[in-house]
């Protein structure tokens, strides 16, 4: 018993090296959010922006060391996104026909190709968290701020949302689902409620968070799926 004991404990070692990954500091991913909307940063941490594939909904950063590539999707801006919240509020999966959608998935595709064996991660703010959760695969870790959902449940993704937020009110749903499958292990953060409902949708809510680090970091390899 205890030779198997101590076996498995280097066993869950070596998944952990051979799967760590997806995970990023709060203040980090705030800063790679915010660029999606203006002035995007050519470095955030160790992650350097690839200006030839990002475009001004799209931003991918890339660890060339670690071998991993973040995704992040900008959210809802004046204009036709507001017809593409429309479409996804008729139905799920609808907003999958916008223009929006299919550039994103045009760029995540020529991500993959052109980081092939990379780990990647999605992370999105607003509409954005929904294309993010659409784009990434079921074992790919998503980290999505105050997303819009219709209360989807999708393991692989972890909301951060303020208690005041509208926009991801849903959200409470799929975290109780969590709550129930994976106990304290949820990873899912709320955070302050905020009285004016702008403040509560803004990126700003990940300051409480400073260098907390989000994201999912260690998957199974045998299926492939986050460990929660």
Not at 59 to 70: G, R
Not at 104 to 124: C, L, N, P, Q
Not at 203 to 223: A, F, W
Request: with cysteine; glycine share 10%; hydrophobic share 35%.
């Amino acid at each position: 018993m205890l030779g198997f004991k101590y076996n498995s404990r280097f066993i869950y070692l070596i998944l952990y090296i051979m799967k760590k990954g997806g995970k990023i500091k709060a203040n980090d991913l705030k800063q790679i959010l915010q660029g999606t909307y203006k002035d995007p940063k050519s470095n955030v941490g160790s992650y350097e922006l690839d200006k030839g594939l990002s475009s001004d909904t799209v931003l991918v950063y890339v660890d060339k060391l670690k071998k991993e590539v973040k995704i992040a999707i900008r959210g809802t801006a004046p204009g036709i996104d507001w017809a593409n919240n429309l479409l996804y509020g008729i139905k799920s999966g609808l907003q999958k026909i916008s223009p929006r959608y299919t550039k994103a998935k045009k760029i995540v595709d020529d991500a993959r190709s052109k980081y092939a064996g990379y780990t990647f991660e999605f992370m999105g703010h607003s509409q954005g968290g929904i294309h993010a959760r659409e784009l990434a695969k079921s074992n790919e870790s998503v980290v999505t701020v105050n997303p819009g959902t219709r209360g989807e449940y999708t393991p692989n993704e972890q909301i951060i949302r303020s208690a005041g937020d509208a926009v991801s009110a849903l959200g409470v749903l799929p975290s109780w689902f969590k709550n129930l499958a994976h106990g304290k292990n949820n990873k899912d953060i709320t955070t302050s409620y905020k009285v004016n409902p702008l403040d509560a949708h803004k990126l700003d809510i990940l300051d409480e968070l400073g260098d907390t680090v989000v994201g999912s970091g260690l998957r199974c390899s045998c299926c492939g799926d986050y460990i929660r």
